[in-house]
């Protein structure tokens, strides 16, 4: 991807570590334009996307793919499509938590009503394992915590217990 940065490393025989570190750190600056010329794949991690792209105001080009003269024309250009990934409250949660109220239990076992779309949205009730507390001490009944699914679909919750 630095193709055409990298020819700034031959302009010195011998570097010291710092200068070395500050000549690719200035390759890396946002000021400077990447081009890559073989086929790029990006594999999605197992709970985001693969591409994420910050920072663009409505009407910002995102993409454009000019033709062989380099000439962008709507009418030639290839179609992209985008299709928007299907969404699972279970894997949103698992970065964002969900509302839940305590409705019986003790610990570390409780049964907790969730709300994973929103306080004005169906609910459901799931067991939750609470992560830290004193053994035969429950949390009250009423109690609204934050509750996280893990990568295996297993809820959980760390309400402070002192």
Do not use: C
Request: net charge negative; glycine share 8%.
């Amino acid at each position: 991807m630095f193709a055409q940065q990298r020819i700034r490393l031959l302009r010195e025989e011998k570097w010291t570590p710092d200068e070395l570190a500050r000549e690719i750190y200035a390759m890396m600056g946002p000021d400077v334009p990447l081009e890559h010329h073989g086929q790029i794949t990006l594999h999605a991690p197992a709970n985001g996307a693969p591409l994420v792209i910050k920072g663009l105001a409505v009407g910002d080009v995102i993409i454009q793919l000019p033709n062989r003269e380099g000439a962008v024309e709507d009418d030639d250009a290839p179609v992209l499509d985008v299709v928007a990934a299907e969404t699972d409250s279970t894997t949103e949660n698992q970065r964002t938590g969900i509302a839940g109220e305590i409705l019986s239990g003790t610990h570390p076992d409780y049964s907790v009503r969730i709300y994973p779309e929103g306080l004005s949205a169906d609910t459901e009730t799931v067991t939750v394992k609470q992560l830290s507390g004193v053994s035969g001490v429950a949390l009250q009944a009423g109690t609204w915590v934050i509750v996280y699914v893990d990568v295996n679909g297993d809820y959980f919750m760390n309400v402070p217990v002192w």
